[in-house]
């Protein structure tokens, strides 16, 4: 189990990679006690049944993982992980750079007939024909030095993941969908994926209100939240929960001893840079115009969902999942059907090859061109 430790060794493992077709390529991290991930561990494994296979210690001082992103800029290998994106948060966060070409096996294997959100232990024991010893799995991986049965672990990861890649490439090329991967690939390739901005930080906090003050203070709250936690590199419950953000929301303090009533937040919020954080954040909130309040998207809350054609299009669905094989939640989710259903048309189900493989027979559907009858066991689609 070879360990690269140096930057010259892991220039030449990338040398000899760029010559390679492609490259498997997985990573350990730890994000528990910090905003950004923490890089521990990096595994790659050139083709072949007994092709090299490494670690890379990124922690190890004076290692400069340049090599690595120069692999990942070389067009002519291409680089390929199993449910990647968290994978490509890091690099993209660190470095910038993204593994180019890029293939997920896990996005390949939904469009290939395994379900939804297939884990690669699933892959292993049905393309590999192989069992994976998973004990390792949440281990702390800063720790040095690494045991056997951690790298053996780590390794494991990448290296049945040379005859998975081989297996779904060939089922994609027999029946057409390389551009159905690819499509999905463009989401995780796209630096609007990975960038937080701590001023777009309320729209992930779920409120039963949208009173325009209310969420006006919610929104303050939650950017400096998002701002503090990243500058200290620390996770935003460090700060304070969203169950404390919304009563602070609603108590609205402007002072230390009015922040100190508060029954949710950590004591250690309740003083020093995060307390004044948070009564700045409340005057701001309270300070702001009406006509600067967040416009909360409530549009689907009000939509006028026609239930019936709603259910007809979960059939439909149904029956295009089943002849393709593809995973209905990945050619349509259960609020892309309401709002077809609503007469929406800006979704995602009804664009690229979505569209070809439901979108216009859900479109026809919801015109009455089309029917839906049972026969057997399958349903079948009849024009009308």
């Known amino acids: 189990m070879q360990t690269i430790t140096t930057t010259d060794a892991l220039e030449q493992f990338c040398t000899r990679a760029k010559a390679a077709p492609y490259v498997t390529v997985d990573t350990e991290f730890l994000r528990e006690r910090t905003y950004w991930s923490k890089l521990c561990l990096v595994q790659m494994a050139l083709p072949g049944k007994e092709g090299e296979a490494v670690l890379v210690d990124p922690l190890v001082e004076g290692l400069s993982l340049e090599p690595l992103y120069d692999l ?66 949440f281990t702390d991986w800063s720790r040095r030095p690494l045991t056997d049965a951690q790298k053996a672990y780590a390794l494991a990861d990448v290296t049945h993941l040379r005859m998975i890649y081989e297996f779904l490439s060939k089922e994609l090329k027999k029946s057409g969908r390389e551009k159905w991967v690819e499509e999905e690939e463009a989401i995780l390739l796209s630096p609007e994926t990975y960038i937080t901005r701590p001023e777009e930080a309320w729209e992930r906090v779920k409120t039963r209100t949208n009173s325009g003050r209310f969420m006006a203070v919610v929104r303050e709250l939650a950017r400096f939240r998002e701002a503090y936690a990243q500058g200290k590199n620390i996770p935003r419950s460090r700060v ?5 953000l919304l009563e602070l929301a609603s108590t609205k303090p402007l002072t230390l001893d009015e922040l100190g009533k508060s029954r949710l937040l950590l004591r250690e919020a309740r003083r ?28 689907d809350a009000q939509l006028q969902v ?58 026809r559907l919801a015109k009455g061109e089309i029917a839906l009858t049972a026969a057997g066991g399958s349903v079948r689609v009849v024009p009308v």
């Open 272 to 299: 020093g840079d995060i307390a004044d954080g948070i009564i700045a954040a409340v005057k701001v909130g309270m300070e702001t115009k009406p006509e600067d309040f967040p416009r909360v998207p409530d549009e």
């Open 72 to 137: 990942f800029r070389h067009q002519d290998t291409v680089k390929v992980f199993h449910a990647a994106r968290q994978d490509l948060e890091i690099f993209f966060t660190e470095a910038g750079v993204f593994p180019l070409p890029l293939f997920d096996t896990q996005v390949a294997a939904m469009v290939c007939g395994f379900g939804e959100q297939v884990g690669y232990e699933t892959l292993v024991k049905k393309i590999a024909r192989q069992s994976l010893d998973k004990t390792s799995r």
């Open 306 to 363: 026609n239930t019936a054609l709603a259910d007809l299009l979960r059939v439909l669905l149904k029956a295009k999942s089943e002849e393709t094989g593809v995973a209905a939640k990945l050619i349509a989710t259960a609020a892309d059907l309401d709002r077809i259903a609503a007469g929406k048309r800006d979704v995602a189900a009804l664009n690229g090859w979505r569209l070809d493989v439901f979108g216009n027979d859900a479109l």
């Open 240 to 244: 304070f929960k969203d169950d404390a």
